[in-house]
Each structure stands twice: as C-alpha cells, then as structure tokens.
C-alpha cells in the first residue's frame, strides 16, 4: 500500500516524502514539475537511499491520474500540489481557482472512481481570515479570506467537508500550515523560489547570498512590540513530521479531522531578521517600507490539538530555521540544479 503525494517534488512535498520514507510508509510521487525541479527527485533519493516511484502528471489530467490509480497500490493520498503566491493569484484568479480546485475535483473523483477515500489536505492559517485573533483555533469561523489564493483553500476546505457529509466512509484530514521555513538538515533540500521571493525567509536568504541588495520590512506600525509583523515560523522538518502523523490517522479511522500545523509562538520580522544574523553570522541590511496589501498584524496557532489527538509538535526553534536555510541557500545559491 502506498500513499500517492501530490506536489511531492515541491518544498513541503519533497520533505515529506523524506520522513514518510524515512518512518517505513511507500510513496508514489506525482507532479507536473511546474513549481519544482526534476532534479528534487534524486536528492529525496539520495537521502533515502531508495528507489520510488516518480509520475510526471498534472492533477487536471483524468486519464493521467487513472493511470496512476490503475498502476499503483495506493490507499490514501497527501495533496500537496497547487499554486501559491498570493499576489500573483490576484493577478491571475481563473489560473488559480482552476489548477487548485477544478485539479481538486479531478483528484477527488477518481479517487472516489477508484475506492480511496484517504486524504490529508494542504490548507493554510489563511482560512482564519481578517477577522479571528490569535492564538487561532480550528474551532474558529474561517472565510474572511482576502485573496484569490486563501480563497481557493478555503473553498477546498468546503468541497472536502461537503465530501465526508455525503459519505461518512472517507477520512479527511485538513491541515492548515502555518509559516513554514527552514530546510533538510544535509543541506541539499529546501525552498527554491522562482524569480522574486514572496516569502520573508527566502527574501533574507537571497540578501544574504548577495542576490539583493537589502530587504524591504513591510510596515513597522503595526500594533506588535516593535512595530513589524508577527508570524509562527514552523520548520519544514515539524511540518512533514506532522504529514506523517495525519496518514497514520486517516489511514486508522474514518472521520473529518482539522489541525493546526504551527509552533504557538509568534516572531516578528526583525526577530526573524536578528536570529538570521546570529544563525549566519551575516547582516541583513534592511529597509522599512510600507505595509503590504492583505497583511495582519498578528498570525499565531494554538497547536494543543494536534499535540492532544496527533501526538505531533513542533520540536524545531527559530535558530535552527535559520541555521538550516542558511546551510541550504549558501550550499546551494541556485538552488536545484536544471
Ligand atoms: P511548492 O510550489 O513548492 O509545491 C507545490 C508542488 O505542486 C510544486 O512542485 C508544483 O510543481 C506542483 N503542482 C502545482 N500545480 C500542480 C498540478 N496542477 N498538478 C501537479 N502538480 C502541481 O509549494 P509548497 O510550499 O511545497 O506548498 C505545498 C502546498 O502547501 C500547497 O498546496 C500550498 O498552497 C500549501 N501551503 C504552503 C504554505 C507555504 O508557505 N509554503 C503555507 C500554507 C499552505
Ligand atoms: C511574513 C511576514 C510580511 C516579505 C504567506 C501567505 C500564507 C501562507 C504563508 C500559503 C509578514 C513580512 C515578508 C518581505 C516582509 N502561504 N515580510 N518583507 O504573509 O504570513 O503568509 O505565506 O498558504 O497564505 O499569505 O508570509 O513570509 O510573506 O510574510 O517584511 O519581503 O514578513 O509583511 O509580516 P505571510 P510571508
């Protein structure tokens, strides 16, 4: 039996696949490669030290998919695959609503085709909106997104609910992440952004290595202790552990089951900044720009109930995220090879 990750070349997918591999558990990996590099695929190898299977495919292809349920034993599946930069879902909103959710109903129904009824779904703390104050807590309302992207998760997060009402036989997990960074301990995987990082951690890193000049802080009059935004960073180590823990749940019972994938501690930019400089004895020259369109000032979860039900937490503090992004982006100031 394995189980079949979606988006599994990415950079959460590609460190789950590790631990996934790593705790005994048989992955197929599928991905249309739009977000990653082939090359992903021999340093998961590498790590791992075995062969697995690799389908290149997009989740929008009904047949492509069959395939892979005709070809391979696969019993549950982690969906990773999407697209996720925020301001470019503004930009391109019917790009985003098709590959993340029409590709979703692909999934779904051939899974449904095909008899497996196991998913653990990428969502995000975005769900949680405008309107929840932190620390949030699955019990939260969520909705009030303000993007095109937060929108297609949140509308996931509907269609997977709406999916257990219908047949109570599947298992759905729904894992909101919250900021994930950080990268694999030996140095050769980790997050390779395209183009201009959206992202603070890839932002730092690039300045670092000497690909930008200097970081923009967007805004420092938020109401935080010292005026920047405030965030819980989660290695994304924690992160595919916690992957790990969601397959053995919706693998052992059926249910509609919701965590939070976070530390609980919430850092700000310049926090982030300092511990970056300490983790990588370089400064960050950085610039106090305005807020950015869509942010909030405060984004923390309350992560006791993964701990309660998953017995998963985030072991992982914010200087070994920096370590570890460093080591990744100096090792690799390219990132994955073509
Ligand atoms: P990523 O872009 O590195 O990985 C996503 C992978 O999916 C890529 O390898 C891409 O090529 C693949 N993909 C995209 N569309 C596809 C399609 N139609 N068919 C097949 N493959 C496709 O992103 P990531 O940071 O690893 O994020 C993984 C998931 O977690 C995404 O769904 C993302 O929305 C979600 N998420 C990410 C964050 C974050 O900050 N990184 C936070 C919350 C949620
Ligand atoms: C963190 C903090 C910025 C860049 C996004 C998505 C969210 C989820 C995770 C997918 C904020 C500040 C950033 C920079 C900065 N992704 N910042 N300069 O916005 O919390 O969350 O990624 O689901 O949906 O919205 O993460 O890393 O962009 O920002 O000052 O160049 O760093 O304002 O306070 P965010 P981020």
Known sequence: MSVLVTG?????????????????????????????????????????????????CDIRDREGMSK????????????????KAVGESVQKPLEYFDNNVNGTLVLLDVMRQYGCKKIVFSSSATVYGMNNVSPLKEDMEVGGVTNPYGRTKYMIECILKDLYTSDNSW???????????????????????????????????????????????????????????????????????????????????EGLFIYNLGTGVGYSVLDVVKAFEKASGVTIPYEICPRRAGDIAICYSDPHKALTELNWKAERGLEEMCEDSWRWQSQNPDGYPD
């Open 8 to 56: 599994g070349l990415g950079y959460i997918g590609s460190h789950t696949c590790v631990e996934l591999m790593n705790s005994g558990v048989d992955v197929v990996v599928l991905d249309n490669l739009y977000n990653c590099k082939k090359s992903s695929y021999d340093r998961i190898k590498a790590l791992v030290g075995k062969d697995f299977k690799f389908y290149e």
């Open 68 to 83: 892979v349920f005709e070809n391979e034993d696969i019993d549950s599946v982690i969906h990773f695959a999407g697209l």
């Open 171 to 253: 298992s759905i997990c729904l894992l909101r992440y919250f900021n994930p960074i950080g990268a694999h301990k030996s140095g050769t995987m980790g997050e390779d952004p395209n183009g201009i990082p959206n992202n603070l951690m890839p932002f730092i890193t690039q300045v670092a290595i000497g690909k930008r000049e200097k970081l923009n802080v967007f805004g420092n009059d938020y109401a935080t202790k010292d005026g920047t935004g405030i965030r819980d960073y989660i290695h994304v180590v924690d992160l595919a552990l916690g992957h790990v823990k969601a397959v053995e749940k919706v693998r052992g019972e």
